[in-house]
């Protein structure tokens, strides 16, 4: 899955980000969830001065649709790509890397492309399906979440996709 495909215009070791109605967790809360109920995992990369990630925080996670799918399909990460904090993952341990600048879990994630926001997809087996940088709407992000969970990514193409959801978004949904 590359992540150009889909072209729309805290993880912290202590405490999450809240935002209105989505269950932000830990990596290792989400981890640990998805031993026993496995889902896909989406980690939303920001910074603290980022201002677009601030208003996607503000306008994009904070509607009720938006929070409603992630709660129920996804497990949904913050991850602080500035964090000073180590983070475990899978079988190894993430830290600042040595120039104080990105986590090494970000750079991970983001395969060292640093640009935020940036909303990583992983599937329950924690391998990266593909990561979209940049702001994104409601409107945008929805046919995302539901184009990555029902695993449409393997069969259709991304344009093809969005052709069909702007025909019937609500059977789609489903």
């Not at 070791?13 to 981890?31: C, D, F, H, Q, S």
């Not at 509607?63 to 079988?91: H, M, R, W």
């Amino acid at each position: 899955m590359c992540a150009g495909c889909f072209s729309t215009q805290k993880v912290t070791a202590a405490e999450p980000a809240a935002t209105n109605g989505v269950k932000w967790l830990t990596i290792e809360e989400a981890e640990k969830l998805n031993e026993k109920a496995p889902r896909k995992f989406l980690i939303d990369v920001y910074t603290d001065w980022c201002g677009w990630c601030k208003r996607m925080d503000a306008n994009t996670f904070s509607t009720t649709e938006i929070a409603s799918y992630l709660n129920t399909y996804f497990y949904a990460v913050k991850l602080d790509a500035e964090g000073k904090q180590p983070v475990t993952f899978g079988a190894h341990t993430y830290s600042a890397n040595a120039s104080g600048r990105s986590h090494e879990l970000a750079i991970a994630i983001l395969n060292g492309k640093m640009s935020y926001p940036s909303i990583a997809y992983l599937d329950e087996t924690k391998n990266l399906i593909t990561v979209v940088p940049g702001y994104q709407t409601p409107d945008n992000l929805l046919p995302i979440l539901v184009f990555i969970n029902k695993e449409l990514y393997k069969t259709t193409p991304w344009e093809q996709f969005l052709q069909e959801w702007a025909k019937n978004p609500q059977e789609l949904k489903k």
